[in-house]
């Protein structure tokens, strides 16, 4: 008879401090892994906007060589229109031009990816990363040059990332 009753508590299941114990370890474990995704994601932001930094710079650097090869195109004041790959890019004082001045700028050379959003204020060109949890304050921003001996202005911030 003991025997059965021993056996009938074992198939009985848990009791309320077992299940109260094995929430709260649930519920500690949910938290680390909730904050570990949490940075994973932030991390991806900031790397999304440092890559897409240095795209541009790669950019504006290959488009200030190939205008300092083209007669006519670089000096100071000079505003030109440079053809790359049949696409003709305006150019300013030797540099990409930026902004909303109604060619084609910075960003036509920019492949940036489709999670960035464009945004054209003169005299600047923004990409703004779409999902970060502040766009705003998310952003790489391009200024075309003031003068040939003046190179663009490339800056990006990242605290709404």
């Known amino acids: 008879m003991r025997a ?3 056996r009938l508590r ?18 500690i474990l949910s938290k680390v892994v909730i ?22 710079i790669s950019a504006k650097n290959d488009a200030q060589a190939r205008c300092i090869a083209t007669s006519g195109c670089y000096g100071n004041g000079i505003t030109f229109q440079l053809t790359i ?12 031009a930026s902004g909303d001045n109604g060619g084609t ?4 050379l920019v492949a940036a990816p489709a999670i960035f959003t464009i945004i054209k204020e003169s005299p ?27 190179p663009p202005l490339i800056v990006s911030a990242t605290t709404g990332c």
Not at 38 to 49: D, E, H, I, N, Q
């Open 10 to 27: 074992a198939l009985k299941g848990f009791n309320l401090i077992e299940l109260v114990i094995a929430i709260v370890v649930i519920g």
């Open 35 to 56: 904050a570990k995704y949490m940075g994973f994601s932030t991390t991806a932001r900031l790397s999304a906007v440092k890559n897409l930094t240095a795209i541009v």
């Open 85 to 96: 790959n049949g696409v003709s890019y305006q150019m300013v004082n030797g540099y990409p």
């Open 105 to 108: 700028e910075i960003d036509q």
């Open 124 to 150: 600047w060109t923004y990409w703004q990363l779409s999902s970060a949890p502040s766009p705003a304050n998310c952003y790489v921003a391009y200024e075309a040059a003031s003068s040939s001996a003046v």
């Open 4 to 6: 059965k009753t021993n």
